[in-house]
């Protein structure tokens, strides 16, 4: 007889954008709980796995932290079969890490039509250094069919919340047959 599984949802969840725009943070930041200012560039990809228990359901999300270096580009979009959402990150303090969101998520929608997405404009604390603002961020999310949110990882601003609503859609998602 085998044994029930660990889980009753596993969703995978992948966090895409430019480099330095603090994906690999807002992962090790949801994940672990822990910030780090020291600076690694992630080379091709990286994961981590959390469970949870959400509405009575035991979740399994595997997330994944792409690269975003250009030379890595076409690895990223390897792994992107099988996602059942993505987190498109900027920085806003970057206006080019926001510009280049389009071409994010076109590459993305190429692979995966149906995954639930949302826009993340990073790193709210540095509210005096911001060259992208709010309503920007909102209004592309909405052109795009995404929801919006801003976060900060270092202060922990909606890591948690980013996470959660996208887990609820998604969920809302399978268990309505879509």
Known sequence: MAAAPAHDYLIKLMFVGNGMTGKSSLLLRYA???FTQSYIATIGIDFKV???EFNEKRVKLQMWDTSGQERFRQIT????RG??????????????????IGQWINDF?????DAVMVVVGNKCDLEN????GTEQGQSFADEHGCKFMETSASD?????EMIM???EEILSKIEGGE
């Open 50 to 52: 959390k469970n949870i």
């Open 83 to 100: 996602t059942k959402g993505a987190i498109f990150v900027y920085d806003i303090t970057n206006e080019n890490s926001f510009k280049q």
């Open 109 to 113: 929608k190429e692979s995966v039509p």
């Open 156 to 160: 922990n601003v909606n890591v948690n």
């Open 165 to 167: 609503e996208l887990t």
């Open 32 to 34: 672990d709980d822990v």
């Open 129 to 132: 250094a911001r060259v992208v």
């Open 77 to 80: 979009r390897t792994y992107f």
